[in-house]
């Protein structure tokens, strides 16, 4: 088993910056991507980024050039740098980490809120 804890959001103004931390115990070493969705009001669940263990990346398009995911050395805390906030980004932001045989693991989510 695997869980995953989410820190560092909130309301922040249009063009701002936030840095979400997700942070991963357990069998963290079954561990194959870490990423994060988002989901906003009314809409479906989207990736956002996600991070291989091999450090390989990939975005959704309307976040490409704003936000930044990263892994720490140890593997077991992913950060999603926000930058260039903007009011279509607010969401529930959820973590998410794929295990040993495609295992699906959710953190409870955390709220962005980009005011305009």
């Known amino acids: 088993q695997v869980q995953l804890v989410e820190s560092g959001g909130g309301l922040v103004q249009t063009g701002g910056s936030l840095r979400l931390s997700c942070v991963a115990s357990g069998i963290i070493f079954s561990i194959n991507i870490m990423g994060w969705f988002r989901q906003a009001p009314g809409k479906q669940r989207e990736l956002v980024a996600l991070?291989?263990?091999?450090?390989?990346?990939n975005y959704a398009d309307s976040v490409k050039g704003r936000f930044t995911i990263s892994r720490d050395n140890g593997g077991n805390t992913v950060y999603l740098q926000m930058n260039s906030l903007k009011p279509e980004d607010t969401a529930d932001y959820y973590c998410h980490a794929v295990g040993k045989g495609g295992m699906d693991y959710w953190g409870k989510g955390i709220l962005v809120t980009v005011s305009s």
């Open positions: 991070i291989t263990r091999d450090g390989i990346t």
